[in-house]
């Protein structure tokens, strides 16, 4: 067989051992980042759907009142309730095996009208309406009910246990902005007294904007001159910029409710000075809350703009103010654009950080401090309202990926320029 013959076979061979060796390198890759993406998407992805899940589902009153909301289908939600739904009512409490069932049911319908946890105990405590045997009419139903507490003869219960029969339902999600359902279904705004998560949403998102910019102003020139230090006095100054990290959290609350209390080293140190005669409120206000908060997210900042700064060649800054730009001007025109990937990176952790904080406004800031998350954090542990705590989760989940998306959109804009 000649050589030209044995070449194409010795070339096919190594093609196809390439094609192999890729494929284990493929396969190896996958079986390394696999762990990784388990670990992903059971504590992350997980999680997240069901909360999203949650803000749309309304199990408490459909999985028990299965029959009353079959009832109450056709009825047009004016008129008196039908003799049959009052018959339902009484076979689905009566099905209940204990009251805790029957105590979610009233605290999700007092959540839509004040007064029906009260109208719910007592109703199941007085069943059954009849002795063992006996049936009753719906129309004897209906009286016995009326019999045990007049107030289901108000359309307004009936009207919360209709509208709250579906399993899914889009309440919660429409409280958190600050709409409801009205009792024919039709979507309008909440009452003015009653709407309050819009403002507490701008609330959260100024509280975090003067954070964010708070940081920025101290992290830039920090970050500048570590920048412009050696390696060595730079990573041991590094360390001073790290140590927030390894400090819990609520020692450092603590620690500032020590500092700025009326007595504490701030207000002595301010009026030791002469810049104040009396202690300045600094707890328990929005002050408080801004300075601790800087405090703690500062790190947050000023690694992303070190990074990028680290990167900046000084030969830049010292050509502009040879051609004769003044330092200044040289400054912010030359060397200030460069770090703006870093400026947006730091401004993005750190608000997307803050919008999500629950223990330093609660602990620093007063009533008027809260933020969204002392909320979700109220209708999980005290109102135990899982919906309403998802739906407002959801809420500043979509904040954080519609300020990621603008991130990015703006990132993309200044590379397609650039």
């Known amino acids: 067989?000649?050589?030209?013959?044995?070449?194409?076979?010795?070339?096919?061979?190594?093609?196809?051992?390439?094609?192999?060796?890729?494929?284990?390198?493929?396969?190896?890759?996958?079986?390394?980042?696999?762990?990784?993406?388990?670990?992903?998407?059971?504590?992350?992805?997980?999680?997240?759907?069901?909360?999203?899940?949650?803000?749309?589902?309304?199990?408490?009153?459909a999985d028990v009142l299965v029959h009353t909301g079959q009832a109450l289908a056709q009825w047009d939600r004016q008129s008196a309730p039908p003799a049959p739904a009052f018959a339902a009512l009484a076979q689905d409490l009566g099905a209940l095996p204990e009251s805790a069932q029957a105590?979610?049911?009233?605290?999700?319908?007092?959540?839509?009208?004040?007064?029906?946890?009260?109208?719910?105990?007592?109703?199941?405590?007085?069943?059954?309406?009849?002795?063992?045997?006996?049936?009753?009419?719906?129309?004897?139903?209906?009286?016995?009910?009326?019999?045990?507490?007049?107030?289901?003869?108000?359309?307004?219960?009936?009207?919360?246990?209709?509208k709250n029969s579906s399993r899914w339902t889009p309440d919660y999600l429409l409280a958190s902005v600050d709409h409801r359902r009205s009792a024919a279904g039709d979507i309008e705004p909440m009452p003015a007294d009653q709407a309050v998560f819009g403002k507490i949403l701008l609330r959260t998102f100024n509280i975090s904007a003067v954070v964010t910019l708070c940081c920025l102003l101290l992290a830039y020139p920090l970050a500048y001159w570590l920048s412009t230090l050696s390696a060595r006095h730079a990573n041991v100054l590094m360390i001073l910029v790290l140590v927030p990290f390894w400090t819990s959290i609520l020692v450092r609350v603590a620690a500032w409710i020590v500092l700025l209390q009326r007595e504490g080293l701030v207000n002595t140190a301010l009026m030791g000075i002469g810049l104040t005669s009396e202690p300045i409120a600094l707890l328990f206000n929005r002050t408080g809350v801004v300075i601790a908060m800087v405090h703690i997210?500062?790190?947050?900042?000023?690694?992303?703009?070190?990074?990028?700064?680290?990167?900046?060649?000084?030969?830049?800054?010292?050509?502009?103010?040879?051609?004769?730009?003044?330092?200044?001007?040289?400054?912010?025109?030359?060397?200030?654009?460069?770090?703006?990937?870093?400026?947006?990176?730091?401004?993005?952790?750190?608000?997307?950080?803050?919008?999500?904080?629950?223990?330093?406004?609660?602990?620093?800031?007063?009533?008027?401090?809260?933020?969204?998350?002392?909320?979700?954090?109220?209708?999980?542990?005290?109102?135990?309202?899982?919906?309403?705590?998802?739906?407002?989760?959801?809420?500043?989940?979509?904040?954080?990926?519609?300020?990621?998306?603008?991130?990015?959109?703006?990132?993309k804009s200044e590379l397609s320029l650039g």
């Open 103 to 162: 105590g979610t049911l009233a605290r999700r319908l007092n959540t839509e009208v004040a007064g029906a946890r009260s109208l719910v105990m007592g109703t199941y405590r007085a069943l059954p309406l009849a002795p063992a045997g006996e049936r009753l009419t719906p129309e004897q139903v209906r009286e016995k009910l009326l019999a045990v507490d007049p107030r289901w003869s108000e359309t307004k219960y009936w009207q919360a246990i209709a």
């Open 297 to 411: 997210l500062l790190p947050f900042m000023i690694l992303p703009l070190y990074s990028v700064m680290k990167s900046v060649p000084p030969t830049y800054l010292r050509a502009a103010i040879s051609l004769g730009s003044a330092p200044l001007a040289a400054f912010f025109r030359v060397y200030v654009p460069q770090t703006y990937p870093g400026i947006g990176a730091g401004a993005l952790l750190v608000f997307i950080l803050c919008i999500g904080y629950y223990v330093t406004p609660a602990l620093l800031g007063g009533a008027d401090d809260q933020m969204l998350s002392y909320y979700i954090a109220q209708y999980t542990n005290v109102e135990v309202n899982w919906g309403m705590a998802c739906a407002l989760g959801a809420v500043l989940l979509a904040a954080t990926l519609v300020l990621y998306a603008v991130y990015r959109r703006i990132v």
């Open 1 to 61: 067989m000649s050589a030209a013959a044995i070449a194409p076979i010795g070339s096919a061979d190594l093609a196809r051992s390439l094609q192999r060796a890729e494929r284990r390198r493929k396969q190896m890759a996958v079986a390394l980042t696999l762990p990784l993406l388990v670990f992903l998407l059971l504590t992350f992805l997980v999680p997240i759907g069901a909360l999203l899940k949650r803000a749309v589902e309304n199990p408490e009153v």
